[in-house]
Nanobody, 127 residues
Framework: QLQASGGGLVQAGGSLRLSCAAP????????MGWFRQAPGKEREFVAG????????LYAGSVKGRFTISRDNSDDMVHLQMNSLKPEDTAVYYC??????????????????????WGQGTQVTVSS
């Protein structure tokens, strides 16, 4: 079970830091991702990071503004979101890939390849 937190209401241009915790088991050997879903839209990939933390990938719409990081010593994954825009408004979900120890630097972007999901945290950016 994953727990996402850190969402809230922020003005455009502001920042938020989302966190994803795993209180019941470790996900340190899994690639992790953040996805978001806005009302009336499909869930979309935002950012992902390999299990080692050595490689990260971002959606074009957030590249340069968001940063994903992980600390395997305490099983936490974070998403630092800067220069937020109203179009970033969505429910944000953290997720872990279905298979552990994926080799190389490949970051999975397909939601179907993620087997473990958190409950989501609402991010609202006002203009």
């Amino acid at each position: 079970q994953l727990q996402a937190s850190g969402g809230g209401l922020v003005q455009a241009g502001g920042s938020l830091r989302l966190s994803c915790a795993a209180p019941e088991r470790t996900y340190s050997m899994y690639g992790m991702g953040w996805f978001r879903q806005a009302p009336g839209k499909e869930r979309e990939f935002v950012a992902g990071i390999t299990w080692s933390g050595g490689s990260a990938l971002y959606a074009g719409s957030v590249k340069g503004r968001f940063t994903i990081s992980r600390d395997n010593s305490d099983d936490m994954v974070h998403l630092q979101m800067n220069s937020l825009k109203p179009e970033d408004t969505a429910v944000y979900y953290c997720a872990a890939e279905a298979r552990p120890y994926r080799s190389g630097n490949y970051v999975e972007t397909r939601s179907a390849e993620y087997a473990y999901w958190g409950q989501g945290t609402q991010v609202t950016v006002s203009s």
